[in-house]
T-cell receptor
């Protein structure tokens, strides 16, 4: 999975809890992304970050928060405000500003709300 | 906004036969198109991309894709399918979202099942 690690692989959350998903990359990529995958819906963009200390909302940011304090790390927090958080979460990175910027994906974290 | 459509939820093919996974796109301007593959409980792996140039793009694991501007299609193909090709395939298109930054917009995915 190309130098991107995500942990944990499986995560269980109780109603009302916040949980944080880890994403680390050693590809020296500036841009990082978080996607949510649900069956039959493809991938939807939650947040993205072009550089350290900067990030932007994607298409479905409500109920999620991120930080980008280091180039290598882009953790995602799923808050209690996210009404339906059970999903597969994928982190990705790429070189920004290039026409050829395919994204490299981590192995994913499967979050289940109990 | 840019978008892609994958009209088939599932494609079934026998091992050794050719396979095609369909993708059509809707873009303003030049399309920049990608194919990814996902194995169960894994992240996505990049297969190939079309930026410009030849309409037949060759990628990883023997896959290729044919770009057709008149039909706005970017179908994924392989001459001889393997059981190990069974996976979920995603088509994606690049979308500009300002400040020189791009994101990928993904289709809903097509499950490929190759039978022995």
């Amino acid at each position: 999975d190309g130098g991107i690690t995500q942990s944990p692989k499986y995560l269980f959350r109780k109603e009302g809890q916040n949980v944080t998903l880890s994403c680390e990359q050693n590809l020296n990529h500036d841009a990082m992304y978080w996607y949510r995958q649900d069956p039959g819906q493809g991938l939807r963009l939650i947040y993205y970050s072009q550089i350290v200390n900067d990030f932007q909302k994607g298409d479905i940011a409500e109920g999620y928060s991120v930080s980008r304090e280091k180039k290598e790390s882009f953790p995602l927090t799923v808050t209690s405000a996210q009404k339906n958080p059970t999903a597969f979460y994928l982190c990705a990175s790429s070189r920004p500003g290039s026409l050829y910027n395919e994204q490299f994906f981590g192995p994913g974290t499967r979050l289940t709300v109990l | 906004a840019q978008s892609v459509a994958q009209p088939e939820d599932q494609v079934n093919v026998a091992e050794g036969n050719p396979l095609t996974v369909k993708c059509t796109y809707s873009v303003s301007g030049n399309p920049y198109l990608f194919w990814y593959v996902q194995y169960p409980n894994r992240g996505l792996q990049f297969l190939l991309k079309y930026i410009t140039g030849d309409n037949l793009v060759k990628g990883s694991y023997g896959f290729e894709a044919e770009f057709n501007k008149s039909q706005t299609s970017f179908h994924l193909k392989k001459p001889s399918a393997l059981v190990s090709d069974s996976a979920l395939y995603f088509c994606a298109v690049r979308d500009n979202i300002g400040s020189g930054f791009q994101k990928l917009v993904f289709g809903t995915g097509t499950r490929l099942l190759v039978s022995p």
